[in-house]
């Protein structure tokens, strides 16, 4: 039987490779493991540190920032109140 796609995709990853998938550095992602708010989740076996790759983009995805057509909208008139 095999193993669904998702499954394969959904691997854990050392902290070298999750900088490479993230576009974070090394250091970055360690600081990130111990956030006093929202401390991204990984297991740790020995002193090796692995983070599964699902749940780092449900972790990321709390972090997606949106820029709405009435804020830009406000800060255009603000800006034009300025000159």
Avoid: C
Wanted: proline share 6%; aromatic share 8%.
């Amino acid at each position: 039987m095999k193993a669904p796609q998702q499954a394969l995709n959904d691997v854990y990853l050392p902290l070298k490779l999750l900088a490479n998938y993230s576009g974070m550095s090394v250091r970055t992602l360690r600081g990130l493991l111990r956030h006093p708010v929202t401390p991204l989740p990984y297991y740790q076996i020995g002193t090796k540190i692995l983070v599964r790759r699902s749940e780092y983009d449900a972790w990321a995805s709390r972090f997606k920032s949106v820029v709405s057509g009435a804020l830009n909208t406000v800060v255009d008139d603000m800006l034009r109140g300025l000159r």
